[in-house]
């Protein structure tokens, strides 16, 4: 059984997940400190790049299935249009302002 979006334990990380669901660009961004970072399955990416083409214009989505780390780590379905439905793990890093400063996902 998942875990709702406003039941996540971190309000950055609840508001991230928020913001991927509904599509909210402009909210997505707010939420990420200057110079933020980000990586997938290990490699750091461009994240402006990557936000566009795998959550934004692919229509991305998640399922939180496990938090850990007082909810800044998650083990979540991820869905977009483009490679269907996959396990991830995803791993945040909040800074003092309370903005994410990186985030890394890969498949779980």
């Known amino acids: 059984m ?15 997940v928020s913001a991927v669901n509904s599509h909210d660009r402009d909210r997505f961004m707010s939420l990420l400190a200057p110079g933020a970072t980000m990586s997938d399955d290990g490699s750091d990416r461009d994240l402006d790049e990557w936000i566009d ?9 998640l399922e939180v299935d496990k938090e850990t780390s007082g909810g800044r780590a998650l083990v979540a379905r991820y869905r977009n249009d483009t490679w269907g439905e996959m396990r991830t793990r995803w791993t945040f890093t909040v800074a003092d302002d309370g903005r994410i400063s990186r985030f890394e996902t890969g498949q779980a």
């Open 53 to 61: 083409r795998e959550i934004f214009s692919s229509h991305g989505h």
């Open 2 to 16: 998942s875990i709702k979006p406003a039941n996540l334990s971190d309000p950055a990380v609840r508001a991230f």
